[in-house]
């Protein structure tokens, strides 16, 4: 079965500090991911996607199938991302996410 | 309006009662959503629509819940009988067309059962 995997709760950084969110999923296919974020009292919103290849907000994430992962990277933190990230899963030609259990990111002063 | 809109907001219902949760998704959005998220977890699918016919209500956990979207727009989710492992966060989210667009979410109905 298809499956995502977040295995941080919490990760809290400094600012300023390197920042990775882990993401890994099981998939035999070929797999869409996505990033969605949660800023404090707003709704998911999409982040990015793989397939995009693109940097949003100086996050970038790159899909990696030898080790079926996609980390969500940002080489410098900021205050203004404290918030609740989900890595999400689409397979080939579907339309459902399948999503992780979220990591919260705070970013300390 | 702007994004899809879901009301309401916060529901509080006794063990036992029946509830409705109402979507409005993006104007000409074809596909619907649904989805059920526990406390500190993910969201979880429930249901699909395109337009409106439910093509997939594959993860609606009992016959309690049900859904439809009658004129493929608006679409209402009901629980019947609700009860305590009810409570979650229901959300809602549309997208312009079937596969491989983006999803976008309603900030969703925070449903507690007492």
């Known amino acids: 079965a298809q499956r995502v995997t977040q295995p941080e709760k919490l990760l809290s950084v400094f600012k300023g500090a390197p920042v990775e969110l882990k993401c890994n999923y099981s998939?035999?296919?070929?797999?869409?991911l996505f990033w969605y974020v949660q800023y404090s009292r707003q709704r998911l919103q999409l982040l990015l996607r793989?397939?995009s290849r693109e940097s949003i907000k100086g996050f970038t994430a790159d899909l990696n199938k030898g080790e079926t992962s996609f980390h969500l990277k940002k080489p410098f933190a900021q205050e203004e991302d404290s918030a609740m990230y989900y890595c999400?899963?689409?397979?080939?030609?579907?339309?459902?996410?399948?999503f992780g259990t979220g990591t919260r990111l705070k970013v300390l002063a | 309006g702007a994004g899809v809109s879901q009301s309401p907001r916060y529901k509080v219902a006794k063990r036992g009662q029946d509830v409705a949760l109402r979507c409005d998704p993006i104007?000409?959005?074809?596909?619907l959503f649904w989805y059920q998220q526990a406390l500190g977890q993910g969201p979880e699918f429930l249901t699909y629509?395109?337009?409106?016919?439910?093509?997939?209500k594959s993860g609606l956990p009992s016959d309690r819940f049900f859904a439809e979207r009658p004129e493929g727009s608006v679409s209402t989710l009901k629980i019947q009988r609700t009860q305590q492992e009810d409570s979650a966060v229901y959300l809602c989210?549309?997208?312009?067309?079937?596969?491989?667009?983006?999803?976008?979410f309603g900030q969703g109905t925070r449903l507690t059962v007492v």
């Open positions: 989210a549309s997208s312009v067309t079937t596969v491989n667009t983006e999803a976008f």
């Open positions: 998939y035999s296919g070929s797999p869409e």
């Open positions: 793989h397939i």
């Open positions: 999400a899963l689409r397979t080939s030609g579907t339309y459902k996410y399948i």
């Open positions: 104007s000409g959005h074809v596909s």
């Open positions: 629509f395109q337009n409106e016919a439910q093509l997939d």
